[in-house]
């Protein structure tokens, strides 16, 4: 297998094995535990009993916004707009459809007597716009807007809360930091009573991560950037506990891309906020984390190809199978995966 072409970062997977809800309790979901480099089937409640010494867990504190907002144009005809990042001025970038209508200058009402006014018209149904008629904006957002969620779930969700982690911190993203929804607060404290510690890190997840890679050479394809940021508690913490030895497991492959770009920007010794396209590929060394927890990802994706440079060595593709065999769940609210560094 060349590690470099897209077609060695495909598998099948029957629609039946996406996870289209969440299950009843967070941590019920199975965890592949593949720490030891021996596969074994666990579930995400045991994770102390798998991690028995004490880690520093990296976890991801971004809170999705509930960036989905139905509107009407003065035609009559519905829109619906996906608020991606904001710019100054109230303005806003956003995917609108249908787009091939709209144009600048255009008026489009929304919910509350609040509009929307068409700035610039770009490709693919990007747009730039500007919310009108609204004193706070994220406040507008929290009680119109609707939760985004992946174009692979097709059922509503019932209860927003479970598209976002139990630690969630600062809204800014489009999609959720999928490995941290198996933490329950209870599961939290009892890590902590064990001598497992927290630190936090921002990355708000862009609409970038559900683009595929779509050059054969991996290496051709041009990742998207996504804000981050580490404080300096977290660079303190992370310092004691190189000096005491103590495993780094990044909660998800956010928590990771913000760790591994910070290593490479100052080798994690300050804090750091901006910016990254990190994009980790077979054949580069990760240095800052022992272990990954991690869900299952889309075939050609480039955190697929992540999980690969991840693994080192170890074959991917028979984790996947193994999981498919042993009928896990897939995706954002699928089951997890537990890897150690072997890159």
Not at 123 to 141: A, K, P, T, V, Y
């Amino acid at each position: 297998m060349n590690p470099y072409l897209l077609s060695s970062y495909q598998f099948e997977l029957s629609r039946d094995r996406i996870a289209q809800t969440p299950l009843a309790n967070r941590d019920s979901s199975r965890l592949l535990d593949f720490s030891n480099q021996v596969i074994r089937h666990s579930h995400f409640y045991d994770l102390e009993k798998i991690l028995a010494k004490p880690c520093l867990f990296v976890r991801n504190v971004s809170r999705v916004r509930k960036a989905r907002i139905l509107a009407k144009r003065q035609s009559g005809g519905l829109i619906e707009a996906l608020l991606l990042n904001p710019l100054p001025d109230g303005r806003w970038q956003a995917l609108m459809r249908p787009a091939k209508r709209l144009r600048a200058g255009e008026i489009i009402h929304l919910p509350g007597s609040a509009m929307l006014e068409v700035i610039k018209k770009g490709e693919m149904g990007h747009f730039e716009i500007r919310l009108l008629g609204m004193s706070n904006q994220e406040d507008w957002i929290q009680q119109y807007g609707e939760t985004p969620l992946p174009p692979y779930i097709g059922e509503k969700l019932e209860d927003s809360k479970r598209y976002q982690t139990v630690y969630a911190q600062e809204t800014g993203a489009c999609a959720a930091p999928t490995a941290g929804l198996h933490f329950t607060d209870e599961q939290i404290k009892k890590l902590e009573s064990l001598g497992h510690k927290f630190c936090d890190v921002v990355l708000h997840v862009g609409i970038g991560t559900f683009r595929p890679v779509d050059t054969e050479d991996i290496r051709d394809f041009n990742i998207h950037h996504e804000s981050i940021r580490i404080e300096k508690n977290a660079i303190k913490m992370l310092k004691e506990a190189k000096e005491l030895q103590m495993p780094i497991v990044a909660v998800g492959t956010t928590s990771l891309r913000v760790l591994e770009s910070v290593f490479l920007a100052n080798g994690l010794s300050e804090a750091y906020s901006g910016t990254t396209n990190l994009y980790l590929m077979p054949g580069q060394k990760i240095h800052s984390v022992d272990y990954l927890l991690t869900n299952f990802h889309l075939p050609g994706s480039s955190l697929l190809i992540l999980i690969a440079a991840f693994l080192g060595e170890a074959d991917w593709k028979s984790l996947y199978e193994e999981a498919i065999r042993a009928e896990y769940r897939f995706f954002s609210f699928g089951d997890c995966m537990l890897l150690p560094n072997l890159s």
